[in-house]
């Protein structure tokens, strides 16, 4: 059974930082793509960015030069360091796993697996 739980979000300042994590289990890992999705209240799921096996990463216009995204395959953990937030990126943040190991775009219905999320909040 695929289990994914993100942790590392709070409340910050804009133009502060912030690392979420994600610790996947049940699964190998190792070989999928992954991702970072955001849902901020009355709005709909999108995608902040993904990671391929090999380490190849992709971003939404709005956090490219602000969010990196990375992976340990050795301790089965996504990362998503953030800088310069603003408060338009207040938004529950959640990690998903594919089922290749390429990424297929953001689409979240490319995303089968998914975390409970954790909540980010910036004030201006």
């Known amino acids: 059974q695929v289990q994914l739980g993100e942790s590392g979000g709070g409340s910050v300042q804009a133009g502060g930082s912030l690392r979420l994590s994600c610790a996947a289990s049940?699964?190998?890992?190792?070989?999928?793509?992954m991702g970072w999705f955001r849902q901020a209240p009355g709005k709909e799921r999108e995608g902040v960015g993904s990671i391929t096996r090999s380490g190849i990463t992709t971003y939404e216009d709005s956090v490219k030069g602000r969010f990196t995204i990375s992976r340990d395959n050795a301790k089965n953990t996504l990362y998503l360091q953030m800088d310069s937030l603003k408060p338009e990126d207040t938004a529950m943040y959640y990690c998903?796993?594919?089922?290749?190991?390429?990424?297929?775009?953001?689409?979240?219905?490319?995303?089968?697996?998914w975390g409970q999320g954790t909540q980010v909040t910036v004030s201006s």
């Open positions: 049940g699964y190998s890992y190792s070989s999928r793509c």
């Open positions: 998903a796993a594919a089922t290749t190991d390429w990424c297929y775009g953001l689409a979240p219905a490319a995303f089968p697996y």
